[in-house]
Structures are given as C-alpha cells and as structure tokens.
C-alpha cells in the first residue's frame, strides 16, 4: 500500500472514530435533552436525536423516502467519491484531505442512521447575533473541514491556473 492510500485510508478512518467515540460517551454520560454550558453561553453541550439530515431536515419524510435520501444516497455519492480520489492521482493534498473529511463524516453519520436510526447531536456555538449553528456532532465538523479544504484547494488552483495563462 503507497503512502497516498495510506493517507486517505488513515483519514477517513480517523474521522469515523474520532465522531463515534464522542458520539458513546455523550450517549452514555450526558442526560438526553440536556444542555450544560461549556464556555459560557458561547458553547453548549446537549444530548439530542436527528432522525433528520442537517438541522433536521428531512426528519418528517415517509420512512421510505428517508431510506432513500438519508441513507441509500448518501452511500452512493460517498461511494463514487472515494473511488474518485483513489483513482484520481492528480488531486493536491488538500483535496485529498477535504475528500478524507468528508467521507469519514458521511460515513460516521450513516453509520448511527442505520445502527440507531437517528444521529446524535450534542454541540451548539452561539456567538450572539448572526452567527448561531444548530446542534450538531464531530461528523459534521469533518464534513464542513472537508469542504473547506476543498475550497482552499480550489482558490489555488484557480490562482496558478490564472498564473499560467499569464
């Protein structure tokens, strides 16, 4: 195995268990329904089911069409792009991380749909005014770093591109 699949085998991996992990020991050792402060008011822990995609949605569709487009779906774009970056040799480090990312956290969610039916939630960050997430776990922080990546690999890529038609 080279040091790339490695990469990408160790990321994804890494992702999975650092959410399922968190996703126990919040299951275990907070209250359902909870909320403690940690840094304040600032940053919250909670202990909450999403039988829903982000923010819930979804959480009211027939079973059958939850099946399809929380579970079914998602495995099938997760899938393509992991054979996307193993066959794709020219992705830079970045891209290769934010795919890594996102595919540990796809996977990490899917994973509890399945098993449980439903994801647990237990982080929320509320800096006042605008800037206010919903509740959500360590997968969605993979996911969201993943797409990060990708965009910093893309504002890269632009620039030498631009660079070289220069």
């Given at each position: ?8 085998s ?17 299951r ?22 999403n ?7 979804g ?6 069409l ?14 393509l792009?992991?054979v996307h970056i ?23 969610n ?6 449980y ?29 993943g ?20």
């Open positions: 195995m080279n040091s790339r699949t490695l990469l990408i160790f990321l994804i991996l890494f992702n999975i268990v650092l959410d399922q992990v968190s996703k126990i020991w919040v275990t050792e907070v209250a359902f329904e909870s909320r403690t402060e940690l840094l304040g008011k600032y940053l919250s822990l909670h202990n909450v089911e039988d829903g995609a982000f923010l819930g949605l959480g009211d569709f027939s079973p059958a939850k099946i399809i487009l929380l579970n079914i779906l998602p495995i099938v774009v997760l899938g792009v992991l193993f066959r794709n040799k020219s992705l830079d480090h970045p891209s290769i991380i934010g795919f890594s990312c996102i595919i540990g956290g796809g996977i990490a899917i994973y509890d749909r399945i098993r039916g439903s994801v647990t939630d237990f982080l929320h960050i509320d800096l006042g005014g605008v800037f206010r997430t919903g509740i959500f776990n360590l997968a969605d922080v993979s996911v969201m770093v797409m990060g990546c990708l965009l910093l690999s893309s504002f890269k890529n632009k620039k030498k591109h631009k660079k070289s038609l220069e």
